[in-house]
T-cell receptor, first 112, second 111 residues
Framework: DGGITQSPKYLFRKEGQNVTLSCEQN?????MYWYRQDPGQGLRLIYY???????QKGDIAEGYSVSREKKESFPLTVTSAQKNPTAFYLC???????????FGDGTRLSIL | KQEVTQIPAALSVPEGENLVLNCSFT??????LQWFRQDPGKGLTSLLL?????REQTSGRLNASLDKSSGRSTLYIAASQPGDSATYLC??????????FGAGTQVVVTP
């Protein structure tokens, strides 16, 4: 079945550590997105990519970095510069901007 | 900047009642509007997408309307079932595919 796979499901970060969240899709979608969800709030866009080797900052990009070397993969790194990283992170993809976004099951990041 | 509001934040209805969920937005220059469902601890499932030029979309028991001039969208779920219990999110899309989300309405359907 086609879909989006996010791993790991749970992740813990120590002070000063960078961590990378994986997002892989086999839907042949061109566009991919990373969102952050905090309790009781809607999702906020971190980074998005319309095509391989290109990506753009979203509303809350500070303290995060991404790469898009392959169409199927859009990993997100939470750097030590992100002072409040505890949140639920969701990856999404879409074929075009006119099509619905499909979401993975998320990664929950916590601080040790 | 686009602001998206969903009221109420939570809603409880008995099984069989129709659900009416509201979404309002401040900037009428939208590209599309999407409604999603989120189950606890899970990702989002797309329910309906309404293009800017459309007034409504239907899928099974779900119907979503869009009134850009008043900055409103409404999601109707007919004959609610306990399995409809979830959080429902609306999102405004722009021409880059970026989505601006509301905080959601948490729905509980009691048997």
């Amino acid at each position: 079945d086609g879909g989006i796979t996010q791993s790991p499901k749970y992740l813990f970060r120590k002070e000063g550590q960078n961590v990378t969240l994986s997002c892989e899709q086999n839907l042949n979608h061109d566009a991919m997105y990373w969102y952050r969800q905090d309790p009781g709030q809607g999702l906020r866009l971190i980074y998005y990519s319309q095509i391989v080797n290109d990506f753009q900052k979203g509303d809350i990009a500070e303290g995060y970095s991404v790469s898009r070397e392959k169409k199927e993969s859009f990993p997100l790194t939470v750097t030590s510069a992100q002072k409040n990283p505890t949140a639920f992170y969701l990856c999404a993809s879409s074929k075009t901007v006119d099509q619905p976004q499909h979401f993975g099951d998320g990664t929950r990041l916590s601080i040790l | 900047k686009q602001e998206v509001t969903q009221i109420p934040a939570a809603l409880s209805v008995p099984e069989g009642e129709n659900l009416v969920l509201n979404c309002s937005f401040t900037d009428s220059a939208i590209y599309n509007l999407q409604w999603f469902r989120q189950d606890p601890g899970k990702g989002l499932t797309s329910l309906l997408l309404i293009q800017s030029s459309q007034r409504e979309q239907t899928s099974g028991r779900l119907n979503a309307s869009l009134d850009k001039s008043s900055g409103r969208s409404t999601l109707y779920i007919a004959a609610s079932q306990p399995g409809d219990s979830a959080t429902y999110l609306c999102a405004i899309g722009d021409s880059w595919g970026k989505l601006q989300f509301g905080a959601g309405t948490q729905v509980v359907v009691t048997p």
